[in-house]
């Protein structure tokens, strides 16, 4: 479904500032498998995020998604088949229109394929019967500006918009790390049931080793712009965090560095 092969890229080349990123990168997902993936800082988890979102074009390699070749393909033609959620909960939402404006949006980009598509009253209803199904009260708030909503509310909108119309793949990059522990488990829940619901294939960057074993049915850690390890099944299911720790330090020669990861165990 989406694959990725010898994917390699390299920012200020030739200089005092390079950084190889990615380096000879190889992954596939099949449809509908949730993967999540950990790894110190720098190792190029949102790098590889950029890499398949289309934010800059990779050096060497291919790049597939649903069996076409996506590896020159603009990023705005990409977002219409790739959802995406970051860690900061301001981005991804227009502040200043409303809570209709922005669902217009997304589903404009990805069910009409046209920004000046009207919307319809039917439409609207549909935005209003997704909002409640998020039990945040938004349904009842369409005309208020996103910028007055929680940073938890905001993420929770996100979410919907990016999957009004299902993607092909769902990317989810540290998107509950900026919220409170309560919300952040509420904005894990949605995600969990949107997920499941419409059998999304799903890539997910966590600093918590813990949801790293416990979320989808796969695990990845990477370091040096490589994946290091790829676990899934009943591997997987016996796995403790000490086991994963273990096993990254054997694939990758050294400790994970990430105080965030190591203080969420």
């Not at 291919?62 to 790739?82: H, V």
């Not at 409640?132 to 009842?140: I, P, T, V």
């Amino acid at each position: 479904m989406l694959t990725l092969e010898h994917v390699s890229k390299t920012f200020n080349p030739g200089t005092v500032n390079e950084k190889k990123a990615l380096d000879g990168l190889d992954l596939h997902l099949e449809k509908g498998e949730f993967v999540t993936i950990v790894g110190s800082n720098g190792a190029g988890k949102s790098t590889l995020f950029n890499a398949v979102a289309g934010s800059f074009y990779v050096d060497e390699g291919y790049i597939s998604l649903g069996g076409r070749d996506i590896t020159f393909l603009p990023e705005y033609k990409r977002s219409r088949s790739i959802g995406r959620l970051f860690q900061d909960p301001l981005r991804g939402t227009a502040p200043h229109m409303t809570i209709e404006e922005n669902l217009a949006l997304a589903y404009q980009r990805t069910a009409k394929g046209s920004a000046f598509s009207r919307i319809s009253r039917k439409d609207k209803e549909f935005f209003r019967e997704k909002l409640s199904l998020l039990g945040m009260g938004l349904e009842d708030r369409m005309r208020q500006p996103v910028g007055l909503l929680s940073g938890g509310q905001r993420q929770a909108l996100t979410l919907l918009m990016a999957t009004l119309e299902p993607p092909e793949l769902l990317l989810l990059d540290e998107h509950t790390a900026a919220l409170d522990p309560a919300t952040a488990e509420k904005v894990l829940e949605l995600t969990r049931a949107v997920i499941d619901e419409n059998k999304i294939t799903c890539l997910m960057v966590t600093h918590n080793m813990h949801q790293a074993l416990e979320l989808g049915n796969r695990t990845l850690m990477m370091a040096d712009g490589a994946i290091v390890l790829d676990i899934a099944g009943e591997e997987r299911a016996g796995l403790t965090v000490e086991d994963l720790l273990k096993r990254f330090r054997a694939g990758a020669g050294r400790e994970l560095d990430n105080d965030r990861i190591l203080l969420s165990e």
